[in-house]
């Protein structure tokens, strides 16, 4: 069974750095694409960034980039989103997805507030 | 970003059929297809479909997802007051490198 458990989310001030973290199991996990999408409070959902299987290829939302931070540490099936410079409309819970061809698994997020 | 174009509610009675819609361009929905989420109030959100008619083995078939050039469309069969839920569509856009959303459609069951 997949299973992906986010953490890290906090409550910050304007400016601050965060780090999240997501644990994944239940799959080959390198040879999987890996995102996080965030969905501010009664709002829809907006993807952030997504890392190559093998931490090769990296993107980033318009919103984040220059921001944020997408790593992976495949020796221990992590993910990582270091956030800089944290504003307030960063406001949101973060969901780390397993990507196969779609947003195919979903942890159940970690709320960050600024 | 620019993202997909969902109608924000749909509204249908109990054992009808819904028709969810999703605009996009040629560089996303009309390139490799849409993927369709559920999401229920305080919960992640849920793999329906993906590239466009895919559909993971335990989703039930009453929800069917196609495309149309650069449009795609959800089918619900038969609704259920389970079905009542917010639907995202989502698809990799080549020319911003990007994942885009559609803003979400609010089914309600009557």
């Known amino acids: ?114 | 970003q620019a993202g997909l174009t969902q109608p924000p509610s749909v509204s249908k009675g109990l054992g009808q059929t819904a028709t969810l819609t999703c605009v996009g361009n040629v560089y996303n929905v009309g390139n490799e297809g849409a993927a369709w989420l559920q999401q229920n109030p305080g919960h992640p959100p849920k793999l329906l479909s993906y590239r466009s008619n895919k559909r993971p083995s335990e989703i039930s078939e009453r929800f069917y997802a196609s495309r149309s050039g650069d449009t795609a469309s959800l089918t619900i069969i038969g609704l259920q007051p389970e079905d009542e839920a917010d639907y995202y569509c989502s698809a990799w856009d080549s020319s911003l490198s990007a994942w885009v959303f559609g803003g979400g459609t609010r089914l309600t069951v009557l």
């Open chain 1, 1 to 114: 069974e997949v299973m992906l458990l986010e953490s890290g989310g906090n409550l910050v001030q304007t400016g601050a750095s965060l780090r999240l973290s997501c644990a994944a199991s239940g799959f080959t996990f390198h040879r999987h694409a890996m995102n996080w999408v965030r969905q501010a409070p009664g709002k829809g959902l907006e993807w952030v960034s997504v890392i190559g299987g093998r931490g090769d290829g990296t993107f980033y939302a318009e919103s984040v980039k220059g921001r944020f931070i997408i790593s992976r540490d495949n020796s221990q099936n992590m993910v990582y989103l270091q956030m800089y410079g944290l504003r307030v409309d960063d406001t949101a819970v973060y969901y780390c997805a397993k990507e196969y061809d779609a947003f195919e698994s979903w942890g159940r997020g970690t709320l960050v507030t600024v």
